[in-house]
Nanobody, 120 residues
């Protein structure tokens, strides 16, 4: 079984920064295909924020381009989301997502979510 352990959510003021981390852990051997972050604000659908492959190809939601940076440490099986110039509309629960090769099967996993609140 694979677990995604998220950290870094907090309450911050507009214009401030946060860094989210998500580490994949398992007793089974796995290989990362891609990891990413989604978010869901109250009353809205879950949306992709940023995604990165094990080869470091990235894609971002238009709303966060230029402000957020996703990176991956394949040795630590950890993905990071550096969020700068945060806005109130970035307030949401942020979920880590991973596509992992486990026992030759590509499987999708989700973290439990971490709350990011941007408010003055």
């Amino acid at each position: 079984q694979v677990q995604l352990v998220e950290s870094g959510g907090d309450l911050v003021q507009p214009g401030e920064s946060l860094r989210l981390s998500c580490a994949a852990a398992s007793t089974s051997i796995f290989t990362i295909a891609a990891m990413g972050w989604y978010r869901q604000a109250p009353g809205k659908q879950r949306e992709l924020v940023a995604r990165i492959t094990s080869g470091s190809s990235t894609n971002y939601a238009d709303s966060v381009k230029g402000r957020f940076t996703i990176s991956i440490d394949n040795n630590k099986n950890t993905v990071y989301l550096q969020m700068n110039s945060l806005k109130p509309e970035d307030t949401a629960v942020y979920y880590c997502n991973a596509h992992l090769w486990v026992s030759k099967a590509l499987t999708e996993y989700w973290g439990q979510g971490t709350q990011v609140t941007v408010s003055s």
